[in-house]
């Protein structure tokens, strides 16, 4: 059974940090693409970042670009999402996805849907004034 799992949401201050983690199983971790979108309340969910797992390859939206990293841990099939400088309009519920094919991912992204292989619940992050 395929899984996303995300967790470390929570409340927190401007200006303050966290990190999401999204813990995969179920499928080849290391060859696939795994991004982070998000969705505020009564918007569209956007990309936020991703990374090729087998190339290293990144992308972050403008938004985030300078204050969140994307990383991968591949011993562990987990993602990670280090939010810096976090503003109240980074308040969201953020999902991990993951699909089998970078460009298809780029594409989608951009596109603003959602068909990407796998998809996990989401955890909010509310960021505070």
């Known amino acids: 059974e395929v899984q996303l799992v995300e967790s470390g949401g929570g409340l927190v201050q401007a200006g303050g940090s966290l990190t999401l983690s999204c813990v995969a199983s179920?499928?080849?971790?290391?060859?696939?693409?795994l991004c982070w979108f998000r969705q505020a309340p009564g918007k569209k969910r956007e990309g936020v970042s991703c990374?090729?797992?087998?190339?290293?390859?990144?992308w972050y939206a403008d938004s985030v670009k300078g204050r969140f990293t994307i990383s991968s841990d591949k011993a562990k099939s987990t993602s990670y999402l280090r939010m810096n400088s976090l503003k109240p309009e980074d308040t969201a519920v953020y999902y991990c996805?993951?699909?089998?094919?970078?460009?298809?991912?780029?594409?989608?992204?951009?596109?603003?849907?959602?068909?990407?292989?796998?998809w996990g619940k989401g955890t909010l992050v509310t960021v505070s004034s």
């Open positions: 179920g499928f080849a971790f290391d060859d696939y693409t």
């Open positions: 996805a993951a699909d089998n094919s970078w460009i298809h991912t780029i594409v989608v992204v951009a596109a603003a849907t959602d068909d990407l292989d796998y």
């Open positions: 990374i090729d797992n087998s190339e290293g390859t990144t």
